[in-house]
């Protein structure tokens, strides 16, 4: 894998060399290993030149006139700040991975397109129905400004699969508590979705402590909260999340429009279990 540091790119362009054309100029967010993965899993598809820029150390430099002067055929922005870094650029297309939320960084531009880390609504349904609960009653905490759209495909998704959603909308952590304590008894599961307004430290630790007390089993998006004391989580493969969107870019070099590629979800995901709550709560998970 071929890291560069800013400095070295700027130098190159500055000595008028053209080290990106025809290629693909990968913007990553951070040094950090589920974005690593994702960059490896592109390249184990897309075989174009590809040459990555880490822009952590980086936060005054202007990235989209970098890539202007760079002229790559096409540009990978892994994590948010990457894509917020190079959002403004019309004229290249543009192929993203890692982001939770990418329609409140960069909308849906003609040029934009890529593979979001959310996990379809229908595999966590699914995994709900299998724990064979009695009556099934899910509530969904969530800030309308953060995940309203993620909450809408929830709510389409459970109704056609005739399950009970109770979703609430949350505009500050500190709702959280009592909004928790005022529904005690009216769900026998919750679903934590990636929400930073409803989903901090301090909330967490709240609502693992509420449910457990309360028997609900908590499902969630990440295997560290499994690790807290959450029941089951679905957890995202960095690799394949990289490969569907080298896929993409494999289809745009070869001619597609980046405009007639799907916005995707993840296709793969990673099944934590905590055996000692399903055990405390007499769930059986013969079903998983």
């Given at each position: ?125 699914n995994l709900m129905e299998r724990l064979n609960l009695p009556n ?68 967490v630790e709240f609502l693992l402590l509420f449910t457990q007390q ?75």
């Open positions: 894998m071929r890291t560069i540091l800013l400095t070295i790119l700027f130098a190159l362009l500055l000595s008028g060399r053209s080290v990106f054309a025809h290629d693909i100029l990968v913007v990553q967010s951070l040094q950090v290993k589920p974005f690593d993965e994702a960059l490896r899993g592109f390249r184990s598809v897309c075989k174009a030149e590809s040459i990555s820029v880490v822009v952590s150390g980086a936060p005054g430099v202007d990235v989209s006139r970098t890539v202007r002067e760079a002229r790559p055929a096409l540009i990978l922005a892994i994590g948010a700040d990457a894509l917020n870094r190079v959002k403004k650029i019309r004229d290249i297309p543009i192929i993203y991975s890692m982001v939770l939320n990418p329609e409140k960084i960069a909308g849906r531009g003609k040029n934009i397109a890529g593979v979001n880390m959310n996990v379809s609504p229908g595999k966590y349904l099934l009653r899910v509530c969904v905490l969530y800030d309308p400004a953060q995940t309203g759209n993620m909450v809408k495909n929830i709510r389409q998704t459970a109704l056609a699969k005739g399950i009970d959603i109770t979703a609430k909308e949350v505009h500050n952590p500190k709702e959280v508590p009592e909004l928790l304590t005022r529904m005690k008894g009216a769900f026998n599961l919750f679903w934590m979705i990636p929400d930073p307004t409803v989903v901090t430290p301090e909330t309360s028997g609900v089993p908590v499902v969630t998006f990440a295997g560290k909260y499994v690790d807290e004391g959450a029941l089951i989580s679905l957890d995202i493969n960095s690799f394949d999340l990289g490969k569907q969107a080298g896929e993409m870019a494999n289809k745009v070099l070869d001619g597609t429009r980046v405009s007639e590629l799907p916005d995707s979800e993840a296709r793969k995901a990673i099944l934590r279990i905590n055996r000692k709550v399903a055990q405390k709560l007499g769930i059986s998970l013969k079903g998983i």
